[in-house]
């Protein structure tokens, strides 16, 4: 999975204005990126809270939750980008940060 450019599509509500892209050189750093996203979202919501956890069912909830999130991946075999669903993003196994970043301690 590496040296494949994704880029992440991602609209947060049902407005059109929500919507947005973020681009990764790899599958795994956009997963990271994934995460950082939820990560925000939780520090946001939360800001009197110092220690937050949360695990992977609590991600996918995030990803579900959007109105919309898919990925484009570069295949270098056929020089094109191949779109995936936000399922793809859900059963990838990538989120590598999840073991590090699943309790979090804001200063």
Known sequence: MANRHTIVLMQTSQNRATRTFMDYDSI?????GI????????????????????????LYNFIDGLADMSALVYDHSIQAYLPNDRHFLNISGSFSTLGRASKLSFS
Not at 35 to 58: H, Q
């Open 28 to 32: 795994s750093q956009a997963m990271d």
């Open 35 to 58: 995460c950082a996203l939820y990560e925000r979202k939780l520090k946001d919501l939360n800001p009197a809270n110092r220690n937050i956890t949360y695990d992977i069912g609590d």
